[in-house]
């Protein structure tokens, strides 16, 4: 097998979870026509799918502890496919979000494990770099997802666009499985009750802790923007099909070509100052969305998309390096606490939403940024 095998394997697993988590994206006001619901109504179908990942993170982690990194990969992916059809079938709005929600619990067993493995698998100094791999991936699957799913959905509906995904993901499944070798350097937990143990004290590790908290305020930020831009932008005057609206997500392809990068960039800055220095190119993205041209608007957009990838990347990187033991759990905890964000980014941007439209999510999202600031500053050492 080709040596960039595993490196291809790894991209393609990211792609896969990322492509069915933020689908629904590019197409809400379309939902929320067709189910008769407002934006925070139908935000219920994104808080369903990052709720349940943030619910199984932890235990997928500490499953593939003691099985094995690839077994529970492989299968999550094709296990994958069927709440996928599922969502193109539903005929109500409560169906979505429970399929929804299924679709997430098998989400975390694949990019949770992928990135312990990447933790295992290859040294300190090349994870950085096979982490952005990962990051890219994720980042091309994240924009697939709602780029393909806005165009299948005014060309042939959204269910059809639904089974499409579906058709892919077992594709992905296949080429994963061929592709992904099993793990050489994996150390089998001696049971699951050792794993929990695993668990406890990672909570010990204020570095984890403050990593966790730094996940948390980034897909907070990530969903609460790339969710109610689709309604800022569908409404007028600027009144973008779903087309256009999936389109807006190519901002996402500047995190695929620059994650790799990364390497580079912590040894050039360091870990602290690189995302203090994200974190600021974030805010001046988010602070561009309320200029009233379009233009202006879609580079916020790819600053936010850049900064906050770049942001995810080193701090998935952090988690892998900090731990020697129960590596999967550690990991585990971080999308716990990165989809939790996730979730309350969706429910809490509803409410933003609804009290002031798009300034009062935007001045959400700043007010975000300054606390993952003042984290990063006092608390991440």
């Not at 602070?287 to 041209?293: E, F, V």
């Amino acid at each position: 097998m080709h040596k960039g095998a595993p490196r291809i394997a790894i991209g393609l697993a990211g792609y896969s979870a990322f492509l069915n988590l933020y689908a629904p994206q590019a197409i809400m006001p379309l939902l929320a026509q067709e189910f008769g619901v407002d934006a925070a109504g139908i935000s219920a179908v994104m808080t369903a799918g990052t709720l349940s990942v943030a619910l199984i993170a932890p235990f997928a982690g500490t499953v593939a502890d003691v099985i094995g990194r690839k077994r529970v990969i492989t299968a999550a992916m094709l296990v994958l496919v069927a709440p996928t059809i599922m969502i193109a079938l539903t005929s109500t709005l409560s169906g979505m979000i429970v399929w929804r929600f299924l679709q997430g619990l098998v989400l975390p067993p694949i990019f949770a494990v992928a990135i312990a493995y990447v933790g295992e698998e290859w040294p300190p100094r090349e994870a950085a770099a096979i982490a952005g791999v990962y990051t890219s991936g994720a980042s091309l699957g994240g924009f697939s997802g709602r780029f393909f799913t806005g165009i299948l959905a005014d060309l042939l509906g959204w269910r059809t666009a639904y089974l499409i995904l579906a058709a892919i993901t077992l594709l992905l499944a296949g080429a994963v499985a061929v592709l992904l070798p099993r793990e050489k350097r994996f150390v089998r937990s001696p049971g699951l009750l050792a794993s929990a143990r695993y668990m406890l004290q990672h909570f010990r590790n204020p570095r984890l802790l403050a990593t966790y908290a730094i996940g948390f305020g980034t897909l907070f930020n990530f969903i609460a923007m790339f969710t109610f831009v689709s309604f800022h932008l569908g409404a007028p005057p600027y009144s973008f099909s779903a087309t256009l609206l999936g389109a807006v997500f190519a901002v996402y392809l500047a995190g695929t070509v620059l994650a790799p990068s990364i390497g580079w960039a912590l040894m050039r800055f360091g870990r602290r100052p690189l995302v203090l220095m994200l974190l600021a190119v974030w805010a001046v993205g988010a602070a561009l969305t309320l200029a009233a041209p379009v233009w202006l608007i879609i580079i916020g957009l790819l600053l936010c998309a850049a900064a906050g990838l770049m942001c995810q990347a080193v701090s998935t990187g952090t988690v892998t390096i900090t731990v020697t033991r129960g590596a999967s759990s550690a990991v585990g905890l971080y999308v716990t606490s990165f989809y939790i964000g996730g979730s309350v980014g969706a429910a809490v941007g509803g409410l933003a939403w609804t009290i002031g439209g798009w300034p009062t999510c935007v001045a959400m999202v700043l007010t975000m940024l300054a606390a993952m600031a003042a984290i990063v500053v006092f608390a991440w050492r």
